[in-house]
């Protein structure tokens, strides 16, 4: 037993999960969970998302709303291998390291995905893995907020305070951007994809984290109206952030 999970082994591989999380689907064979065919069959296959370096679905219905995404590769190695990660024991496999990360997190309270299942299957020396969370509905990405609008000086507030909580638990976020930070409409904030996350000591690594963000907000304003973010924006999302003391402990 993983701590926070249940490891069951599978016919074709090994699957981390919390049996609470899965519901009644926790007596359907595990492989079919990571097959989006299976839930377009069921008619439970909502939407797509291409977003990022992995593939994304909505799966599910209203009372278990979950996404599915099957890791891919990015960058120079993609051309050599679409979804094919190196074995290095199971406690490395990246779908349960971030399951591992969410449920952590969730201790906290914070909010981020809840983590349903992951799975890997293992070839020689190689494996391919996927993970299911909760979806967070009646939110939208940063990204898509500012595309449609300006985003009020309280939200900006809101989504420094919500990254300096994440910092002030250890997390390294690896690709914190502006499609991974969702608000609703009373700007309560959640933060996604921790693939490659961890769990570090008070460093420096959380100005980076910052810095990403910057150039991830500065990219997308490059094609949207002018006002849409702005020096003054960012000052109150650094003014939020300062609010949890996370420069000062860090």
């Given amino acids: 037993m993983i701590k926070g999970g249940q490891r069951i082994d599978t016919a074709k591989g090994v ?16 492989e079919s969970l990571f097959d989006p065919k ?8 909502a ?3 291409g977003g990022g370096r992995g593939s994304a679905w909505f799966i599910g ?3 278990n709303p979950w996404v599915l995404r099957h890791y891919r590769r990015g960058g120079f190695i993609a051309r050599l291998t679409e979804d094919q990660y190196l074995w290095l024991g199971e406690q490395r496999v990246r779908a ?3 399951w591992r990360l969410l449920a952590y997190l969730g201790q906290w309270g914070l909010r981020v995905p809840r983590p349903v299942a992951a799975w890997y299957r293992r070839d020689g020396l190689t494996y391919r893995c996927d993970l299911i969370t909760e979806r967070i509905i009646n939110v939208r990405s940063l990204s898509a907020a500012l595309t449609s609008g300006e985003v009020a000086q ?16 250890g997390v390294d976020h690896a690709d914190l951007n502006a499609h991974n930070i969702l608000l609703d409409d009373t700007f309560s904030i959640s933060i996604i994809d921790f693939d490659r996350g961890r769990v570090r ?3 420096t690594w959380r100005l980076r984290n ?3 963000l910057h150039r991830s907000l500065a990219k997308i304003s490059l094609s949207l109206p002018p006002g849409r973010f702005t020096p003054e924006a960012w000052n109150h999302l650094l003014a939020g952030y300062q609010t949890a003391g996370a420069l000062a402990a860090g």
Avoid: K, T, Y
């Fill in 15 to 30: 699957m981390l999960a919390d049996p609470h999380a899965l519901g009644n689907a926790r007596h359907e064979p595990a």
């Fill in 38 to 45: 299976h839930w377009s069959a069921r008619g439970e296959l």
């Fill in 47 to 49: 939407a797509v998302s």
């Fill in 61 to 63: 219905n209203a009372e």
């Fill in 96 to 98: 349960f390291v971030e």
């Fill in 154 to 169: 309280g939200g900006w507030n809101a989504i420094g305070l919500a990254i300096a909580r994440l910092h002030r638990q």
């Fill in 201 to 203: 000591a008070p460093g």
């Fill in 210 to 212: 910052l810095a990403r």
